[in-house]
T-cell receptor, first 108, second 115 residues
Framework: KNEVEQSPQNLTAQEGEFITINCSYSVGISALHWLQQHPGGGIVSLFMLSSGKKKHGRLIATINIQEKHSSLHITASHPRDSAVYICAVLYNFNKFYFGSGTKLNVKP | DGGITQSPKYLFRKEGQNVTLSCEQNLNHDAMYWYRQDPGQGLRLIYYSQIVNDFQKGDIAEGYSVSREKKESFPLTVTSAQKNPTAFYLC??????????????FGPGTRLTVL
């Protein structure tokens, strides 16, 4: 049983397209994180959400606590956005559950 | 620059040997974590430490051991008892788990291959 499900698993887009990655979870959470994993393996934290919406540059993250769902949007996608995007939820303030990731490939 | 370092980046080991992966942070963070990543799966927690000289097992601790003698360092030993050790290992730290919504900062990872 996966506490965190992401969709799609793989996504190919043309440069400039609007991209949406979805995350659904089954546990009550304290917070939700979106992470970006580069091809070399390093992971960077993009957002931490507990409600509403956050925006950073071309990235927007939203969360609906009642529906247990979050989305990560990328506007005007660029090849440098190509990476694996991981959704992670914080449960009971001390335990993380991680999704298996969405591999994004943006073609020029 | 503040950050987390892991060494080595690539590690090869013969079956039956123990191997230790290094993780160092200069962020003055209290909490440190070890994760394992396998293809097609989410990160899984091996061990975590909330404070010096204290650590707890995560979801997949069997075949692994850790120590936390210094705040900056949290080495992970993969023992010969670990049945399937080939994986990508990530170390992370956070200011502390007490607030519960801390961002975790990740190291660059170590890819371990057992020959």
């Amino acid at each position: 049983k996966n506490e965190v499900e992401q969709s799609p698993q793989n996504l190919t887009a043309q440069e400039g397209e609007f991209i949406t990655i979805n995350c659904s979870y089954s546990v009550g959470i304290s917070a939700l994180h979106w992470l970006q994993q580069h091809p070399g393996g390093g992971i960077v934290s993009l957002f931490m959400l507990s409600s509403g919406k956050k925006k950073h540059g071309r990235l927007i993250a939203t969360i609906n606590i009642q529906e247990k769902h979050s989305s990560l949007h990328i506007t005007a996608s660029h090849p440098r956005d190509s990476a694996v995007y991981i959704c992670a939820v914080l449960y009971n303030f001390n335990k993380f559950y991680f999704g298996s990731g969405t591999k994004l490939n943006v073609k020029p | 620059d503040g950050g987390i370092t892991q060494s080595p980046k690539y590690l090869f080991r013969k079956e039956g040997q123990n191997v230790t992966l290094s993780c160092e942070q200069n962020l003055n963070h209290d909490a440190m974590y070890w994760y394992r990543q396998d293809p097609g799966q989410g990160l899984r927690l091996i061990y975590y430490s909330q404070i010096v000289n204290d650590f707890q097992k995560g979801d997949i601790a069997e075949g692994y051991s850790v120590s936390r003698e210094k705040k900056e360092s949290f080495p992970l030993t993969v023992t010969s008892a670990q049945k399937n050790p080939t994986a990508f290992y990530l170390c992370a730290s956070s200011p502390g788990p007490v607030r519960g919504t801390d961002t975790q900062y990740f190291g660059p990872g170590t890819r371990l291959t057992v020959l």
